[in-house]
């Protein structure tokens, strides 16, 4: 091997291509699954287990360099900082801009859903029908106040303070 590496028995390479021992490998998991409750707990010191153990380095490839290494290296530059952080930032968006038309909000999709979910628990009780649009502005105005009051209270508790500080 180049650059001094040492052999490890359950790796080959060919061409520069890294090849485990299969059959090795598939007789080691098989020893867990033997183990019964307690697989579990090994399969969590199982890599490094074998890494340490010199006769036994089927699982050593875990923990040593290995092709698949490469598929975290950068394809293109601004890869992990652009691209992938681009789409989280834009899948996280896209999810809060969901939740927040799910309020129970009349304009917002939740404030729809809540109104047919109101007219029909009326409908079903009889003539109570005239007190679906009473309830369902009543909860709107309620979670809509309760919004303001969320984004508005750090600072009207900071002008408290502030004037508290300034009146003593």
């Known amino acids: 091997m180049a650059g001094g590496a040492r052999r490890r028995p359950g790796l080959r390479v060919h061409g520069g291509v890294y090849y485990y021992n299969a059959p090795a490998v598939k007789e080691h998991i098989g020893n867990i699954a033997d183990l019964g409750l307690l697989a579990p707990l090994y399969l969590t010191i199982a890599p490094i287990d074998a890494f340490i153990q010199s006769n036994s380095q089927q699982l050593g ?3 040593t360099d290995t092709p698949e290494q490469i598929a975290w290296e950068e394809p293109f530059p ?3 900082g652009g691209t992938v952080h681009l789409l989280f930032w834009t899948g996280w968006f896209n ?3 969901g939740m ?3 309020i129970p909000i009349v304009p917002l999709d939740g404030g729809y859903m809540m109104k047919e979910g109101v007219e029909r628990f009326f409908e079903r009780r009889g003539g109570w029908s005239q007190y679906a649009q009473r309830v369902v502005a009543s909860i709107s105005g309620f979670v ?3 919004l303001i009051l969320l984004i508005t209270m ?3 508790v ?6 508290l500080t300034m009146g003593g």
Do not use: E, K, Y
């Not at 900071?158 to 004037?163: H, K, L, S, Y």
């Open 61 to 63: 490839i875990l923990l």
């Open 100 to 102: 927040f038309n799910a």
């Open 158 to 163: 900071a002008a408290v303070r502030f004037v």
């Open 154 to 156: 750090p600072m009207i």
């Open 95 to 97: 999810l809060l801009v």
């Open 78 to 80: 601004l890869f992990w």
């Open 144 to 146: 809509t106040v309760m």
